[in-house]
């Protein structure tokens, strides 16, 4: 079956430290996207790409670096520049601007 | 910058009643998106509206997009407790990415 996997579902960090959350599809979406979501919030868009090799900062890239090398796989790093990690991270992929997006199941980051 | 507003940001409603959640926003925009997510789930997609004057429904929910007035509705109809989420509307003028409303929480009570 097609979807979206994100990976991992839980991922704790400690202070200084970077983590990368996993976003790989087998859609054949050209566009991927990487939103937060805090608690009792909606979701605000930190980085997205429309092809390989080309990504486009959101509202809140700071903090926050993307890669997208092939078109299947958009992973996410977490930097120790981002003083405030701990969210919800949804990702998404799009046949762009016509069908709406497919979400993965998200990741729960915690810094500890 | 396009800004999405929903109201009302939570609704409590009893079953059985009828109810009207809206999504106003602020730059034109042919396509517009209603999600839906459960507690600490992720999000689903419930209707795509392409064209001013869509209309779609699915068992007791029906949206609709009016352009012009740049505004969506998601009717409820008859609630049921299943229907308990999380309503989020998001807009793609572009057909690049998507600005969220910040969602409607709906409780059905019994």
């Known amino acids: 079956d097609g979807g979206i996997t994100q990976s991992p579902k839980y991922l704790f960090r400690k202070e200084g430290q970077n983590v990368t959350l996993s976003c790989e599809q087998n859609l054949n979406h050209d566009a991927m996207y990487w939103y937060r979501q805090d608690p009792g919030q909606g979701l605000r868009l930190i980085y997205y790409?429309?092809?390989?090799?080309?990504?486009q900062k959101g509202d809140i890239a700071e903090g926050y670096s993307v890669s997208r090398e092939k078109k299947e796989s958009f992973p996410l790093t977490v930097t120790s520049a981002q003083k405030n990690p701990t969210a919800f991270y949804l990702c998404?992929?799009?046949?762009?601007?016509?069908?709406?997006?497919?979400f993965g199941s998200g990741t729960r980051l915690t810094v500890v | 910058e396009l800004k999405v507003e929903q109201n009302p940001l939570f609704l409590s409603m009893q079953e059985g009643k009828n109810y009207t959640i809206y999504c106003n926003y602020s730059?034109?925009?042919?396509?517009l998106y209603w999600y839906r997510q459960d507690p600490g789930k992720s999000l689903e997609s419930l209707f795509v509206?392409?064209?001013?004057?869509a209309v779609k429904q699915e068992g007791r929910l029906m949206a609709s997009l009016d352009t012009k007035a740049r505004l969506s509705t998601l009717h409820i109809t008859a609630a049921v407790h299943d229907l308990s989420a999380t309503y989020f509307c998001?807009?793609?003028?572009?057909?690049?990415?998507?600005?969220f409303g910040d969602g409607t929480t709906l409780t059905v009570k019994p």
């Open positions: 730059t034109t925009s042919d396509r």
């Open positions: 998404a992929s799009s046949t762009t601007g016509v069908y709406g997006y497919t």
């Open positions: 790409s429309q092809i390989v090799n080309d990504f």
């Open positions: 509206l392409l064209s001013n004057g």
């Open positions: 998001a807009v793609d003028p572009n057909a690049g990415k998507s600005t």
